[in-house]
C-alpha cells in the first residue's frame, strides 16, 4: 500500500485526521515516511548547523566541557542527543579534544531507523528516550520544528477551527472543524489566521524534564517568542531537496514538513533559563577565539596545507554560516538547568 492509500483508508476508516497524524505518516511511517529517506545532508534535503562542518560539534563540546565542570567533575557525565539524524553531530563531538572524555557517555536518540544507520560505533543509539540521566545534557538541534502539531485557524466571531486533514473527490485536502478542546488558549482579533498547537514538543520538553536530574536541556531550532503576538507567514514549511515550498499536502512523503517554534507553549511547560540567539551562543562558547587560532594555523600551513590546516581554512567559512543572522545564525538557543 502506498503511503497515499494508507492515509486514504485511515481517514475512510475513522474520519478526517488532524494535522499531527496526518504528519505521522508523512514524516515518520517506517517505509514511506520522509524520514525512512529524507533528511538532512547537502546530498539529502536541508542543511543543519552539524552539517555545516566540524566547527558547530567543537563548540559544543566547550558547552559539554563546561557543564560537566560545573556540576563538579562527575565520573559519568551524559550527552543526549535527540533527533540525531545521521550521526553527523556526534562525530564532531567525538573527534574534538574534551576534558570529560573518560567520564562522557554519547546517547544518540533517533526513531528512524534509517537515519541512525550511519552512527558512529562508539555511541548507544536507542530509538526512544531512555528513563533516566542522572547528570548530563539533553540536547536537540532542530528536532522540536519536526514533531507533528496541529494547526487552528481563527474566526470572525474570536473562535478557532481545527483544520483537519479528508479526502475529497479521491483527493487529500483539507476541511476545517471545530475543536475547542484542543484550540489555542487565546484569540486573535484577526480572523483565518492559522498557528501551530505544539503538544508533541510541550510533551518532549515534559519527558526531558523528568528524565533529567541535574544538567542541562538545550534545544536549538528557528522559533517565535509567540504566535499570540508574533502574526508570522510561512511559519509552516516544507524541505525537499534544498528547495522550500509551504505545501504540506504536496509530495506527501517526499518533503519534510516544519513548524517555528512557539517560545510560548514551550514556557508554559516550564520557562527556560535562558534564550540566546545560536550567533551570541556560540560566541559565548568562544567561537572567535577558535577561529583565530583555525585562521594562525591556515596562515602557517597554507603554502603546504594537510587535512587538519584544510579543516582550519573551512573552519572560518563555517562560523559565518553558523553565525548568520540572515540564517542559521538567528535560531534560538533554549536552555533549561536542571537541578535535583
Ligand atoms: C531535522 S532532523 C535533524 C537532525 C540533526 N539533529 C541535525 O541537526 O542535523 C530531525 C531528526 O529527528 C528525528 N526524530 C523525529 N522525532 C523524533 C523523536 N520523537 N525521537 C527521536 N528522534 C526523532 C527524525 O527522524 C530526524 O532524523
Not at 514538543?201 to 544538567?215: E, F, R, V
Not at 540566546?276 to 567561537?287: I, S
Request: with cysteine; glycine share 6%.
Amino acid at each position: 500500500m502506498t503511503l497515499e492509500q494508507k492515509i486514504k483508508t485511515k481517514i475512510k476508516e475513522y474520519g478526517a485526521i488532524s494535522f499531527s497524524e496526518f504528519m505521522k505518516f508523512a514524516l515518520y511511517d517506517e517505509t514511506e515516511g520522509f524520514y525512512a529517506h529524507g533528511g538532512a545532508g547537502r546530498k539529502k534535503d536541508f542543511i543543519t548547523s552539524p552539517e555545516v562542518g566540524p566547527l558547530f560539534g567543537k563548540l559544543i563540546s566547550q558547552a559539554i566541557d563546561k557543564c560537566w565542570i560545573e556540576f563538579g567533575k562527575p565520573s559519568h557525565f551524559t550527552f543526549l542527543e535527540c533527533g540525531a539524524g545521521p550521526g553527523t553531530l556526534a562525530k564532531s563531538i567525538l573527534r574534538s579534544q574534551m576534558q570529560c572524555k573518560d567520564a562522557l557517555k554519547y546517547i544518540a536518540v533517533e526513531s528512524s531507523s534509517q537515519q541512525s544507520q550511519t552512527h558512529p560505533s562508539t555511541v548507544q543509539t536507542l530509538s526512544t528516550m531512555p528513563k533516566e540521566i542522572e547528570v548530563g545534557i539533553i540536547f536537540a538541534n532542530e528536532l522540536l520544528d519536526n514533531l507533528p502539531f496541529d494547526i487552528f485557524e481563527s474566526q470572525n466571531d474570536g473562535s478557532w477551527l481545527e483544520v483537519k486533514i479528508t479526502v475529497d473527490d479521491e483527493n487529500i485536502s483539507e476541511t476545517l472543524i471545530p475543536n475547542n478542546e484542543k484550540a489555542p488558549p487565546y484569540t486573535l482579533e484577526t480572523p483565518n489566521v492559522r498557528v501551530p498547537v505544539q503538544r508533541e514538543a510541550q510533551k518532549w520538553l515534559k519527558d526531558a524534564l523528568k528524565i533529567l536530574h541535574n544538567g542541562q536541556i538545550i534545544v536549538i531550532d528557528y522559533a517565535v517568542e509567540s504566535f499570540e503576538s508574533q502574526q508570522k507567514q510561512h511559519w509552516l514549511r516544507t524541505y525537499q531537496q534544498h528547495e522550500v515550498d509551504t505545501h504540506p499536502l504536496k509530495d506527501i512523503g517526499q518533503s519534510d514538513i516544519t513548524t517555528d517554534v512557539d517560545i510560548s507553549q514551550l514556557a508554559r511547560v516550564v520557562p527556560p533559563t535562558s534564550i540566546r540567539t545560536q550567533a551570541q551562543w556560540l560566541l559565548d562558547l568562544g567561537l572567535e577565539s577558535l577561529v583565530e587560532k583555525s585562521k594562525q594555523q591556515w596562515k602557517m600551513q597554507a603554502h603546504n596545507p594537510d587535512l587538519k590546516a584544510l579543516e582550519a581554512r573551512s573552519a572560518i567559512g563555517e562560523s559565518e554560516a553558523l553565525t548568520d543572522l540572515s540564517g542559521l545564525g538567528s535560531f534560538k538557543v533554549l536552555e533549561w538547568s536542571v537541578k535535583s
